[in-house]
């Protein structure tokens, strides 16, 4: 472990006069000891145990970050320190004190994520609060709500809303949702131009499913001036991670000479990728592929 501490109000206080801060009841050496002890952690080891009871203590002070810590140990361990029911006690102690990450952690608790009985309505609640506060992740999982309409009026308008907050703040799950909602006209009028941006965001943050739809908006021209090369550059990119609509999509292009010299066996060979991922569309041309001689 690291024994000098150069990130925190207590710099330059070393491992042994902040563990004597801490004893003397001090809530932020207190709060800074769980923290360190956690981040060196291995679970059910005594780092963990004094990670728990070093936030324990800064947050029986009231210490608002230590309250939220906690409710996140315990809702995150592995360890038979896991409890739901104080992780939700912990958590909206943080959420009292207006914390916003709080307010999405009780959203996801309200929602049953943690065995704990759903409260849809409540998890809305607590997603507003956060989403209120410019958390991007509570805008994305309120604009999830209204889309799916789970504990609130469906309203793809208010869905689109929240989703776009939360991509200007470059949260990916936000920019793909909100990418398929321009490209398909829900909430808004359709546009395929603002779809195709959106996307190529998300895409540029490793999402496979929008790399996958950046290269069949540059295949087809959708939203976007049609470009082969682009096409199977954004393909390649959705494959590396397993993506097989996009095995699929290289083996088109390589058996139709598109962005690509034509070439029958690597078209066969992705084909058979994609068929082995039981796509159907891989498994159509994989057949046609042997039913030409190809």
Known sequence: MNHSITSHPCDNVSLAQLTELAQSGNSE?????????????????????????????AAEQGHCEAQYWLGLRYKDTPTDMKDNTLALFWSEKAAQQGHRHAFNTLGWVQEGETGMAPDYAQAVAW??????????????????????????????????????????????????????MYGNGKGCRKNLSLAALWYKKSALQESSYSQYQMGYCYYIGEGIKQDYQQAIYWFRKAADQGDDGAYNSIGWMYKCGHGVEQNYSLALEWFHKSAECNNSSGWYNLGCMYRDGH
Request: glycine share 8%; net charge negative.
């Open 127 to 180: 997603y507003r609060k956060g989403a209120e506060q410019s958390h991007n992740l509570a805008q994305y999982n309120l604009g999830r709500m209204y889309r799916s309409g789970t504990g609130v009026e469906q309203n793809d308008t208010q869905a689109l809303y929240w989703f776009k907050q939360a991509a200007l703040q470059g949260h990916c799950a936000s920019q793909e949702r909100l990418a398929y």
């Open 29 to 57: 050496a207190q709060y800074i000891l769980g923290r360190l002890y956690n981040d060196e952690r291995i679970d059910g080891s005594e780092e963990d145990k004094l990670s728990f009871y070093w936030l324990q203590q």
